[in-house]
């Protein structure tokens, strides 16, 4: 997974051309690994200590004291020329 506090910079504006290797070696501490089990969402970024936390429902996630709502992506579109 990869932290962004704005929006992220990918090639063409297109998120499936997102290149989490690169930003993984650029910012490692924005950068990690996550997994559900047992009802629980287990966070690992960077150095950073664990969160851990309900797992997701309603496509909502609360950590600490903040809900983040998914949220859909409005990316471009390019037809085949």
Not at 23 to 36: D, E, F, I, L, M
Request: no cysteine; aromatic share 12%.
């Amino acid at each position: 997974m990869y932290r962004a506090y704005d929006q992220i910079q990918t090639p063409g504006g297109e998120i499936n051309r997102f290149d989490f290797d690169f930003a993984q070696h650029s910012a490692p501490p924005n950068s990690g690994r996550y997994t559900v089990s047992e009802g629980k969402l287990y966070i690992k970024i960077g150095n950073y200590p664990p969160i851990v936390t309900a797992a997701p429902h309603d496509n909502a996630v609360t950590i600490e004291s903040v809900t983040y709502k998914r949220q859909s992506y409005l990316g471009t579109s390019r037809a085949a020329a």
